[in-house]
């Protein structure tokens, strides 16, 4: 299928159905969704000759007939290629099942405002959020997101407020099987100043069909306000998913996402930043472990726009068989944004010769007094050291475990909460003994 | 004839990245002996340990190895320790994000797994390596950093002292493990070794220093010389060494 008949496909898809789009008849949201989709046909899809998409070929992964997913009533479980890690922790979690909520079997928290696209609309707190997706013109997948999103959660944590349990949303794909779905969710989560929570997502899918999740979040955090936020995604070998991450930060708010990709065909997560206040301070962790051919591309855009916000991005892949790992991090520092502080380090180990990583750190900086560190690395495990287990009477695929387990898991301490830490690191683990060493 | 023969070497050739490094080396270790092999630096000294060891890139070109009558060429590492076989590193290696303690501990159940034998629980194996620890002077903060890490050159030595004595192997070698050590730390590593010698166990001791020996006192000195054993003698061969230095005994061997 060429590029035009790939755009043809979404766009005819918007067309066809927009008067069955929640929100079709709000013309604050009907509006919105025509502009967007305006800007996706003048963008086109994303293809390789773009910088920022050089390294991961979307288009291929859109260039196929599909069908949009439907609502799923029937039964859940919580499992993907992996069960679901947090299963056992004490939330309040939402459900998501084929890109629907499904309020039969979730248990919103009280304290917290939350509404669904399908059922309610869209609040006006949430608009500015998307009038900050029509101003990024370029961005097609998120604006394709706007255009489409057939459902998603609208979550509001008033000032002040501190959740005691974690948020966590799950999005399952439950009927893995038949024709190539797409699945469009969009979700927002707004923080008042002060307010503090912790937000689990889990997307669990086995990916038999060559299901495409385009999934946006929009994350608006207020004056002090505090987001810790875990993301595990394990999803089958032929599944595509893309992901938009944007986060705006008031002064003194804290963002710490940790992003774990466990599996799956095809990732991309694209994460903007938003350095809005001064004291806000950004902390990302993305750990990736990979096999076969599957695919994960970050890719982050930080901008620092005022003086005195930090950040610390910690990129770590493991990549077996012939998976590929690609971290793209620019940093942009605004005139004026002076005290910025601005780090990142990206490590990756391969443990096949056919496993790829790409690393492109991109710095953009327009003040003064400003620190933007950067580091890679990528090899192998250190041979030494696993001499050195073995000698001790360990056996070889046990040590390079502990070796992959090392090089991982003290990234995990990014998460504050120790059974949710741990829960994590269970998972991790379980995800690396699966992946075979051929070295 | 009396005791067992631990360890067997004979006619080793050991090649290097391409250099052959050990050249025809000979040597016999009775069950319950103390062997020091001393030598110049860069005479093949670790060559020998890694050998036997089975570290990777240590490629035995000629010879053979026998450990308690059973061949050691076609064995893993693991294999090796499993079988008895340990090495005090002359330079252990640093591994971040493994806890002391947790190595030690999956260390010697794997030991224990690979033998046959039940896995040592939690209580118990606190209780044996504080007790070793203790006779080490071992911190118990040591053992909760990443292995090695940012240990000072002689905590190191001591952390492989600690592992010989909690893994208990039957032919332990020692690379160097006296360099790096201060006098109460050399006395202690020694009274380690002491400890742990019994009739059923052997060890190497390789070191440049007569006064190891002063604690260790061994039942046989080996000087290894251009890759191979070039003299052999008791004690007080060492004692010869410490006053005229290698160029005169080795050129005197040869
Ligand atoms: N990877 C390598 N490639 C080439 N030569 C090597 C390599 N490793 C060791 N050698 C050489 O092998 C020789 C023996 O080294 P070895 O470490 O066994 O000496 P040693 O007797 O233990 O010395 P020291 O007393 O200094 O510890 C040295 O000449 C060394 O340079
Ligand atoms: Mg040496």
Redesign the interface.
Known sequence: MSAEAALATWLGDYRGNRIDLPGADDPRLAERRERAIALVESAGLPHRRLEEWKYSDLLHRLASEYEPATPWAGALVREGALADPFADIACNTLIFANGFFRADASSPPEGLTVTTLAESGVPDGALPALDAQLARADDAIGNLNLALARDGVFITVPAGFKAERPLHIVYLDPAASGARRARTVRSQIRLEEGAELTLIETYLGKGGAEDVTNAALDITLSERAVLSHVRVLSDGESATQIHSLNAALEKGARYAPTILNLGAGYCRTTMRLEMQGAGAHAEVTALAALGGREHNDLTTILRHAVPGTTAMQTVKSVLAGKSRGIYQGRVVVMPGANGTDSTQLAKSVLLSREAEADTKPELEILADDVKCAHGATIGAL????L??????????A??LA??V???L??ALGAIADEPLREAAAAALRARLAALEVTL | MGAALVLEIENLHVTVDGREILKGLTLAVNAGEVHAIMGPNGSGKSTLSYALAGRDGYAVTEGSMRLAGKDLIALTPEERATMGLFLAMQYPVEIPGVVTMTFLRTALNALKRARGEKEIDAAGFLKEVRAAAKTLNVSEEMLKRALNVGFSGGEKKRLEALQMAVLKPRLAILDETDSGLDIDALKLVAEGVNALRAPDRAFIVITHYQRLLDYIVPDKVHILAGGRIVREGGPELAKDLEARGYDAIVREAA
């Open positions: 250190d041979p030494a050291a001499f050195y287990l073995r000698a001790r009477g360990i056996p070889k046990e040590a502990m070796l387990e090392a090089f898991g003290d």
